[in-house]
């Protein structure tokens, strides 16, 4: 399994409150990215990281908020949690950018369970 | 619309026999295929990355092909086990720099 941790594993936090999501790998990849999976969507892209302190949106990018001041550390912040946000949390790495086409794989955590009540 | 459909939604299949997902797509234009499992509570893991020269590739009793220009692909299971009880994604990459994702193909191998 490729060197990913993603913290906490499961979170129930309250409508209104910060929730704030890390993932940390150990592979020394450039890019990360953070993933939402929800019944009857596939997996989709809230933002995505391609370097210390570079960060670009994702196409669910609403209500998120990320930062990268470390190549091992990619978080991810819900700065008031709604109960849309409800969902599994993917982190993901990879060595070159899967998003230009790259063929690089795409290696993922397994994941942070959040419910907002 | 980049789109990725994938059939059934889900199967169960006896152990030992053989099985095949199918994936559509009308991402445009076309950079790369690939096929993950996903175990219950677990994160997607990569089986194979196919771009538009390759035909098939295998990945031990898990063989995929792709047809490019029908803009489909498939997922062989071969003497399947218990394992292989999951969810299997199929993604392309393409279409305005970016990965679309389907929504996968449960499958439940059973005694």
């Known amino acids: 399994d490729a060197g990913i941790t993603q913290s906490p594993r499961h979170k129930v936090t309250e409508t209104g409150t910060p929730v704030t999501l890390r993932c940390h790998q150990t592979?020394?990849?450039?890019?990360m990215y953070w993933y939402r999976q929800d019944p009857g969507h596939g997996l989709r892209l809230i933002h995505y990281?391609?370097?210390?302190?570079?960060?670009d949106k994702g196409e669910v990018s609403d209500g998120y908020s990320v930062s990268r001041s470390k190549t091992e550390d990619f978080l991810l912040t819900l700065e008031s949690a709604t109960s849309s946000q409800t969902s599994v949390y993917f982190c993901?790495?990879?060595?070159?950018?899967?998003?230009?086409?790259?063929?690089?794989?795409?290696?993922f955590g397994n994941g942070t369970r959040l419910t907002v009540t | 619309k980049n789109q990725v459909e994938q059939s059934p939604q889900s199967l169960i299949i006896l152990e030992g026999k053989n099985c095949t997902l199918q994936?559509?797509?009308?991402?445009?234009?076309?950079?790369?295929l690939r096929w993950y499992k996903q175990d219950t509570g677990r994160g997607p893991v990569s089986l194979t990355i196919?771009?538009?020269?390759?035909n098939t590739k295998s990945n031990g009793r898990y063989t995929a092909t792709l047809d490019a220009d029908t803009k489909q692909s498939s997922l062989h299971i071969t003497a399947s086990q218990l394992s292989d009880s999951a969810s299997y994604i199929c993604?392309?990459?393409?279409?305005?720099?970016?990965?679309?994702f389907g929504t996968g193909t449960q499958l439940k191998v059973e005694l």
């Open positions: 993604v392309v990459a393409g279409g305005g720099n970016k990965l679309t």
């Open positions: 993901a790495i990879s060595e070159s950018d899967v998003n230009r086409g790259m063929r690089s794989p795409l290696h």
């Open positions: 990281s391609y370097g210390v302190k570079d960060t």
């Open positions: 196919m771009t538009f020269s390759e």
């Open positions: 592979e020394n990849h450039r890019y």
């Open positions: 994936c559509n797509y009308t991402v445009s234009p076309f950079s790369n």
